[in-house]
């Protein structure tokens, strides 16, 4: 079984900054990518960002140039720094990593439990 927990989240004014953290725990053999996604009420839930065990990282166009995504392979934690935060970056944030488990050889994808970040005008 694996977990991920996600922790950081929380109220900001913006322009504010905020660095969440999402650690992957269980039986875990490897870890491929890892990322980050979040929801705003009555839309979808889109990615904000992503990274490759090697270190290779995505964003959305919108968080390009404010947020950035890192991983402590060794820790089997993804992070995302968060700078200039906007109200419209009001969601719940949830991180997700391919894992490949212990005992298995196909990766499969987990997902934690969200974590709510809030930003006032």
């Known amino acids: 079984q694996v977990q991920l927990v996600e922790s950081g989240g929380g109220l900001v004014q913006a322009g504010g900054s905020l660095r969440l953290s999402c650690a992957a725990s269980?039986?875990?053999?490897?870890?491929?990518?890892m990322g980050w996604y979040r929801q705003a009420p009555g839309k979808q839930r889109e990615l904000v960002a992503d990274?490759?065990?090697?270190?290779?990282?995505n964003y959305a166009d919108s968080v390009k140039g404010r947020f950035t995504i890192s991983r402590d392979n060794a820790k089997n934690t993804v992070y995302l720094q968060m700078n200039s935060l906007k109200p419209e970056d009001t969601a719940v944030y949830y991180c997700?990593?391919?894992?490949?488990?212990?005992?298995?050889?196909?990766?499969?994808?987990?997902w934690g439990q969200g974590t709510q970040v809030t930003v006032s005008s």
């Open positions: 269980g039986s875990i053999r490897s870890i491929n990518a």
């Open positions: 990274i490759t065990n090697g270190g290779y990282t």
């Open positions: 997700n990593a391919k894992v490949a488990a212990t005992g298995t050889i196909y990766d499969y994808l987990y």
